[in-house]
């Protein structure tokens, strides 16, 4: 098993969950995060006074699945997210060693 963690503009959440759903991944948790990268944000002027917005608005998407479908759900990550300017993103995969499903305590790729 594994697990995708990837960092898009917040715009590109519907995108990105239904390219996820069209290649057959089930499950999905969405978290609200700020952050910069390599652009470290941008300053803005407001009522006449210039300030530095460090953070900027992000998504965090995490699924954990097989890893036969690693490779097809980050393409449609990739595909859904991408819009070619900076701050597009980031994708992370890990090792999942156990999951467990809590209501029936199903284990392993059962629980997925």
């Known amino acids: 098993m594994?697990?995708?963690e990837a960092?898009?503009?917040p715009f590109k959440l519907d995108e990105v969950k239904e390219a996820l759903q069209e290649?057959?991944?089930q499950g999905l948790?969405?978290?609200e995060a700020k952050g910069f990268g390599r652009q470290k944000g941008h300053t803005e002027l407001y009522r006449g006074a210039e300030y530095v917005?460090?953070?900027l608005p992000?998504?965090?998407i995490e699924v954990v699945i097989?890893?036969?479908q690693v490779e097809t759900a980050v393409e449609a990550i990739i595909a859904a997210a991408r819009t070619e300017k900076i701050g597009d993103g980031k994708i992370f995969?890990?090792?999942v060693e156990q999951a467990i499903r809590i209501r029936t305590g199903e284990e392993g790729p059962e629980a997925l």
């Open 66 to 68: 097989s890893e036969d």
């Open 29 to 31: 948790s969405v978290i």
């Open 58 to 60: 992000k998504v965090k």
């Open 53 to 55: 917005v460090d953070f």
């Open 2 to 4: 594994k697990k995708i």
């Open 7 to 9: 960092i898009i503009k």
């Open 93 to 95: 995969i890990s090792s």
């Open 23 to 25: 290649v057959g991944v």
